[in-house]
């Protein structure tokens, strides 16, 4: 009878802590207990939210390219330049690359120019993609402008630990030919040709240009 009797006032004095213990605690764990269903929520809304928007920004860009594929080049700039405004991710960025592009394929080299430039010269932009503009206005200026031009956006590439130095020179060294400096291309383009790390259609492009100032008499 004892045994009984002690079980059930030990059994007692523990709900007796337990209801001590809810009444102290309860309210708190509640609030926590709702806190982190709110912010496990919350996060999953915003993973969502993020990833439609960057979702939506992708299918613009993809727009835009079928625009300027189709030869609709005003229309595709004005989808690249609404993405530039209200894009997210790398996509605002990649409209003004596209947008240097079409521009170019417009006719309008000076303008392409310049929008690379822009790029080039924007100091929150990942060197490499600063340096992958200096290059594409530097290839446009091969044809549509001078040496001094074309040395002053990819002089710089020409560095040896560059990974665009190929591309680099050969810009410097084509526009360099086509003004009749020919000291100055035919070091450029024997390097060029000679260099096993370059890409094998810039070594045969070289190799190219080679023979033929070397056949004018010339190298």
């Given at each position: 009878m004892s045994?009984?009797?002690f079980r059930e006032v030990n059994e007692e004095m523990r709900q007796a802590k337990a209801r001590a213990i809810w009444q102290r605690f309860g309210p708190i764990a509640i609030i926590l207990a709702v806190l982190i269903v709110l912010g496990t929520g919350g996060w999953v809304l915003y993973n969502w939210w993020a990833e439609s928007r960057a979702n939506a920004s992708g299918d613009q860009f993809s727009q835009a390219l079928q625009l300027a594929s189709e030869g609709k080049?005003?229309?595709?700039l004005a989808a690249l330049q609404a993405l530039e405004s209200d894009g997210v991710g790398a996509y605002p960025l990649l409209a003004r690359m596209r947008m240097a592009t079409?521009?170019?394929q417009q006719g309008d080299f000076t303008g392409a120019v310049a929008q690379f430039d822009q790029v080039s010269n924007d100091g929150s932009i990942p060197q490499s993609i600063r340096d992958l503009a200096k290059l594409r206005a530097g290839l446009i200026l091969v044809d549509h402008g001078s040496y001094g031009d074309v040395e002053a956006r990819v002089g710089a590439l020409n560095a040896d630990t560059n990974p665009l130095?190929?591309?680099?020179?050969?810009?410097l060294a084509l526009s360099a030919w086509k003004e009749g400096r020919l000291a100055d291309a035919m070091p450029l383009f024997e390097t060029l040709q000679d260099d096993t790390a370059a890409p094998a259609n810039i070594r045969q492009r070289a190799g190219m240009m080679v023979e033929l100032i070397?056949?004018?008499?010339?190298?």
């Open positions: 045994d009984t009797f080049s005003d229309e595709a079409v521009i170019a130095r190929h591309s680099a020179r050969e810009a070397r056949g004018s008499g010339a190298g």
